[in-house]
């Protein structure tokens, strides 16, 4: 499937930003499951492009001069596959490093005794998506309850969430019961909201036996040839589109949302 992705994030201040620094993951690479046909990235000020510890395209935006908006654009096109999963992938990053919790994928009090109830099962593909559906059915999707600052565990006793909750929740049951798990940030193409802006979206990577497996919590499946990666990270914080630090500019409103469209 060839699908065609225009991204832009706005940050609109109350009064001029006199400095600004951000990681943008906005850029994806091309894999066995994706191939980039062609990308852009538009910005304020020329970025500096690196690829981080996680082999992630990276780009460090910084802007010296004083600004009441900043509108960062990523758009390009992406041939995928129908194949779930990825083969086994030539990374230098072991998966023992994704055992390693977060302060936002800790699992505890409440959620730790539902991943240990998980505890004694074989840890299979089989057994993972069953793990899937019990969290998503512990915590229904829900927009507006939590924020990007939650917890795993905050999260799982609110009862409710959104793509990245599931995420977080579902990568601490993993790392609880010794299963290397990491976070995946990209978009998902929906036909029904193609005209309309959509949020980026989030899923979960966990190492089976000898490769990478997909969980797409939110919606029950394995990513597909509708899933677009952009990053993977051990949470939200470290895969996230755009994260960065300001100085100044007092309130800030962020609009951000992806266009995206489908050649089949």
Same mark, same amino acid.
């Given at each position: 499937?060839?699908?065609?992705?225009?991204?832009?994030?706005?940050?609109?201040?109350?009064?001029?930003?006199?400095?600004?620094?951000?990681?943008?993951?906005?850029?994806?690479?091309?894999?066995?499951?994706?191939?980039?046909?062609?990308?852009?990235?538009?910005?304020?000020?020329?970025?500096?492009?690196?690829?981080?510890?996680?082999?992630?395209?990276?780009?460090?935006?910084?802007?010296?001069?004083?600004?009441?908006?900043?509108?960062?654009?990523?758009?390009?096109?992406?041939?995928?596959?129908?194949?779930?999963?990825?083969?086994?992938?030539?990374?230098?990053?072991?998966?023992?490093?994704?055992?390693?919790?977060?302060?936002?994928?800790?699992?505890?009090?409440?959620?730790?005794?539902?991943?240990?109830?998980?505890?004694?099962?074989?840890?299979?593909?089989?057994?993972?998506?069953?793990?899937?559906?019990?969290?998503?059915?512990?915590?229904?999707?829900?927009?507006?309850?939590?924020?990007?600052?939650?917890?795993?565990?905050?999260?799982?006793?609110?009862?409710?969430?959104?793509?990245?909750?599931?995420?977080?929740?579902?990568?601490?049951?993993?790392?609880?019961?010794?299963?290397?798990?990491?976070?995946?940030?990209?978009?998902?193409?929906?036909?029904?909201?193609?005209?309309?802006?959509? #949020?980026?979206?989030?899923?979960?990577? #966990?190492?089976?036996?000898?490769?990478?497996?997909?969980?797409?919590?939110?919606?029950?499946?394995?990513?597909?040839?509708?899933?677009?990666?952009?990053?993977?990270?051990?949470?939200?914080?470290? #895969?996230?589109?755009?994260?960065?630090?300001?100085?100044?500019?007092?309130?800030?409103?962020?609009?951000?949302?992806?266009?995206?469209?489908?050649?089949?």
């Amino acid at each position: 499937m060839r699908l065609s992705i225009e991204h832009t994030t706005r940050y609109v201040y109350e009064e001029p930003v006199r400095y600004s620094a951000q990681y943008l993951r906005l850029v994806p690479s091309s894999n066995a499951r994706q191939q980039v046909v062609e990308w852009r990235l538009d910005a304020p000020a020329p970025p500096t492009e690196f690829i981080d510890g996680y082999n992630n395209i990276t780009h460090l935006l910084t802007i010296n001069d004083p600004a009441c908006e900043i509108v960062i654009r990523s758009a390009g096109t992406i041939d995928t596959s129908s194949a779930h999963d990825e083969p086994h992938e030539d990374s230098k990053v072991s998966p023992l490093v994704f055992l390693r919790s977060t302060p936002l994928t800790r699992a505890e009090g409440n959620l730790a005794e539902f991943a240990e109830s998980y505890r004694r099962r074989t840890v299979s593909v089989s057994a993972l998506r069953e793990l899937s559906e019990a969290v998503h059915a512990r915590l229904p999707f829900k927009p507006g309850v939590t924020d990007t600052h939650w917890t795993a565990s905050e999260a799982f006793d609110s009862g409710f969430g959104v793509c990245q909750d599931h995420a977080h929740v579902f990568l601490a049951c993993c790392r609880h019961l010794c299963i290397p798990a990491r976070y995946v940030s990209g978009y998902l193409y929906l036909p029904t909201t193609s005209d309309s802006p959509v #949020a980026s979206h989030a899923w979960v990577e #966990a190492w089976v036996v000898d490769r990478w497996r997909s969980f797409d919590i939110t919606n029950q499946q394995p990513a597909g040839e509708r899933h677009i990666r952009l990053a993977i990270g051990a949470d939200y914080l470290e #895969a996230s589109p755009v994260r960065g630090v300001r100085s100044g500019g007092g309130n800030e409103r962020m609009i951000a949302g992806a266009i995206i469209g489908a050649d089949q």
